[in-house]
């Protein structure tokens, strides 16, 4: 039999995650010099695991993330065995899903 898992634990980690995806946003926002970025908002930061499923994401423009987990498992074959723990990669590749940052 399978336990069941701790929901005060689920729920902490689920706003943990929530809240480093926020905090992309904010550094994004802070630092871009694109106007659509730092006013329009146009952007979506969002955490994937290592088979590129969708962990947590931030409340920006959540429509973006309808392909960012095809564009996540891309850059994942694409990188292979160079992935480490505490890596970051941005991406926007029209041809793998990234239509925006």
Do not use: W
Not at 17 to 31: K, R, S, W
Not at 68 to 85: A, C
């Amino acid at each position: 039999m399978l336990s069941q898992p701790d929901p005060v634990r689920l729920e902490i980690f689920k706003n943990l995650y929530q809240f480093i995806a926020e905090q992309m946003g904010i550094v994004l926002q802070n630092t871009a010099a694109s106007v659509n970025i730092k006013e329009r908002l146009d952007f979506s930061c969002a955490i994937f695991d290592a088979s590129g499923l969708l962990v947590a994401n931030a409340p920006h423009i959540p429509v973006h993330l309808g392909s960012m987990s095809e564009s996540v498992r891309s850059l994942i074959n694409d990188q292979g065995d160079t992935l480490k723990p505490g890596n970051v990669y941005l991406s926007n590749n029209p041809y793998n899903g990234g239509t925006h940052l």
